[in-house]
């Protein structure tokens, strides 16, 4: 048995491979899609939808292969988040942060963090996140403090953007310690002094209910923090790696919308008049213009579904410990690449939606403004300029881009 948020569940199975990893999101994405309206409608938390998440031993894919997980590779990981963001982008973005920082912890754990903190996710624990904050300078103005006192270590402060963490095991928090150094505590979501609100009121991503979380003194191990100031003084794929999953979202998102369209297209739309009247259509799938539109679409969703394959594939060669700074750059420019590309088809799609299905797609029921909202709002989580910017500045100066956890 497993310790999640509210009680006791059965441990989840351990995926032993790649095939195995995405027959089960197939499968996991399958029993999700008749509800996925209902969840973007009510914005509540999606408890279900996320307990069967927990429980179908995706957590687990990329733990190493000698703590007893299957560590498949990045083009693995990307394809299980794009399948489940093709139904529903807000439960492919909830453990986003887990997959992070399973990697933080394979790369910057102790022996002890790994063997405790990996037996749990196996089993099927969560790890959400509490990182951004509001109120200051931008959102990485960290106020929140590891501090000591009598009784050990206490956080304070307050957090947001929290995805996830009200239905997780574990919560990874990052704080500035006594020295002002940046590091990571790992505090349970039942923890005295850990407070996880709802008060997530957005118009895309609405299931991720990703709110704020409040820390008054909350004690933390010492033997779960990670000096995290580390990661970012020597060449790391941390970021480029937690941005892959953010890119397979956005492949996602267009892929379910241009899906919706081409079965709106098929079986409700009807021809616009003018190709009707003239002799073209006799149906909206057989409008020259639709015809043009939609096969444009497929053209940039396949690029883009590519182009995240083969950043993924650029990280495989690359791996979770960069040999240097040029090979770093090699995996961050290459997601950069996928994502900056991914965030502009998904909206796009989302938007010639409706282009291609006409007036009747706008009615509510139908409910695919969702996908337009959901891009839109996982496109602001950081700028797609700067992605450029990072990728144009190699290309023309030779600049290799700054290293830091976003990229």
């Not at 914005?43 to 307990?51: H, S």
């Not at 590891?146 to 928090?173: E, F, P, Q």
């Not at 209910?209 to 191990?221: E, Q």
């Not at 040999?323 to 965030?343: E, I, Y």
Request: charged share 20%; hydrophobic share 45%.
């Amino acid at each position: 048995m497993v310790r999640q948020s509210g009680g006791m569940r059965a441990a989840a199975p351990v995926i032993g491979s790649d095939a195995a990893a995405l027959a089960v999101a197939r499968s996991y994405a399958e029993s999700i899609a008749d509800s996925v309206i209902e969840r973007d409608r009510s914005g509540a938390v999606p408890a279900a939808a996320l307990a069967a998440l927990d429980g179908s031993g995706l957590l687990g894919v990329t733990v190493p292969a000698e703590h007893g997980g299957p560590d498949v590779s990045p083009v693995t990981l990307a394809e299980v988040v794009r399948i489940i963001a093709a139904v529903d982008p807000a439960i492919a973005q909830t453990p986003q942060a887990h997959f992070l920082f399973v990697d933080v912890l394979a790369v910057w754990g102790s022996d002890d963090q790994r063997q405790r903190l990996f037996a749990d996710v196996l089993a099927g624990a969560r790890i959400g996140n509490a990182l951004a904050e509001r109120g200051g300078r931008h959102a990485q103005d960290l106020r929140t403090r590891l501090r000591a006192d009598g009784a050990g270590l206490r956080l304070d402060g307050t957090k947001y953007y929290c995805t996830g963490s009200v239905t997780a095991r574990w919560i990874a928090v990052s704080a500035l310690d006594e020295s002002d150094r940046l590091v990571v505590a790992f505090v349970e979501r039942d923890a005295p002094g850990v407070d996880v609100d709802t008060d997530w009121d957005v118009m895309g991503q609405r299931a991720t209910v990703s709110g704020t979380t409040t820390l008054r003194a909350a004690p933390v191990d010492p033997a779960l923090v990670v000096p995290y100031h580390r990661a970012f003084e020597v060449p790391q794929q941390l970021g480029a790696r937690a941005q892959l999953v953010h890119a397979a979202i956005q492949v996602g998102i267009a892929g379910g919308a241009l899906r919706d369209a081409t079965e709106f297209v098929r079986i409700r739309a009807r021809p616009f008049f003018e190709a009707a009247r003239g002799g073209w259509a006799d149906s909206a799938g057989q409008d020259p213009h639709t015809i043009l539109r939609h096969g444009r679409l497929v053209t940039r969703v396949r690029a883009a579904e590519q182009l995240l394959r083969w950043a993924a594939g650029e990280l495989q060669d690359v791996g979770r410990h960069p040999a240097d700074a040029d090979q770093a750059a090699r995996g961050s420019l290459a997601v950069a690449q996928a994502k900056a590309f991914a965030c502009d088809i998904a909206t796009e799609v989302a938007s010639d939606l409706f282009a291609l299905t006409g007036a009747s797609a706008a009615d509510e029921r139908h409910d695919l403004s969702r996908h337009w909202r959901n891009a839109r709002t996982h496109a602001s989580h950081d700028p797609v300029d700067w992605k450029y910017h990072h990728i144009g500045n190699h290309v023309l100066n030779g600049v290799l881009p700054p290293n830091h956890g976003q990229l």
